[in-house]
């Protein structure tokens, strides 16, 4: 496709389930980022990858969140024992270009994850 | 303390009337500001990027300006929508944070008939 295509776009799990959250982004594009948002609020950071290496993960909330991006493609979030604090839209972006602070960032629909 | 606030916090004007939004920033020095237009239920998208040498730069009817001296952006949008209804997110980012955009918490603007 010509954007970048999240899936599920939506997902509810039981407290202590495991989710996974995928990401295609738009062919050809170095960059991958994902993002977290609450409600109301702005999106907040948590990794990004430079073609399949993971340059930065500090905004991982917890040992519990891991991404990966194997071969430089599509990328996976995965959570493992969900808690309800993790309820939230999970945003995948990218960027033709290495770097985030020229180039312009494509985000994807997101996928909203709620913990009952 | 938020690195990026913006205000109002929502706004609800007539179709056809013009509106200002304002982003204040404390991230400095940055390398670029940009504003994105998000519809509820979906991804951010882009409006207009500035870099700190630029005062203005517009898209349609959407006109962003840039005051680096005292770290304040507002987005104006002119002859508005109902399509406009969305919230608009400011975002800055900064060589000190590497590729972390700092976003702040947007502005949620609803334009009725």
């Known amino acids: 496709g010509a954007g970048v295509s999240q899936s599920p776009r939506y997902k509810v799990a039981k407290r202590g389930q495991d989710v996974a959250l995928r990401c295609d982004p738009i062919?050809?594009?170095?960059?991958l980022f994902w993002y977290q948002q609450a409600l109301g609020q702005g999106p907040e950071f948590l990794t990004y990858f430079q073609n399949e290496a993971q340059l930065d993960k500090s905004g991982l909330p917890s040992d519990r969140f891991f991404a990966e991006r194997p071969e430089g493609s599509v990328s996976t979030l995965k959570i493992q024992r969900t808690q309800q604090e993790d309820s939230a839209v999970y945003l995948c972006?990218?960027?033709?270009?290495?770097?985030?602070?020229?180039?312009?960032?494509?985000f994807g629909e997101g996928s909203r994850l709620t913990v009952l | 303390k938020n690195q990026v606030e913006q205000s109002p916090q929502s706004l609800i004007i007539l179709e056809g009337k013009n509106c200002t939004l304002q982003?204040?920033?404390?991230?400095?020095?940055?390398?670029?500001l940009r504003w994105y237009k998000q519809d509820t239920g979906r991804g951010p998208v882009s409006l207009t990027i500035?870099?700190?040498?630029?005062n203005t730069k517009s898209n349609g009817r959407y006109t962003a300006t840039l005051d680096a001296d005292t770290k304040q952006s507002s987005l104006h949008i002119t002859a508005s929508q109902l399509s406009d209804s969305a919230s608009y997110i400011c975002?800055?980012?900064?060589?000190?944070?590497?590729?972390?955009?700092?976003f702040g918490a947007g502005t949620i603007l609803r334009v009725k008939s």
């Open positions: 500035m870099t700190f040498s630029e």
């Open positions: 982003c204040n920033y404390t991230v400095s020095p940055f390398s670029n």
């Open positions: 972006a990218s960027s033709l270009v290495g770097s985030a602070l020229t180039g312009e960032l494509f």
């Open positions: 062919s050809g594009h170095v960059s």
């Open positions: 975002v800055v980012s900064a060589m000190e944070y590497g590729n972390k955009l700092v």
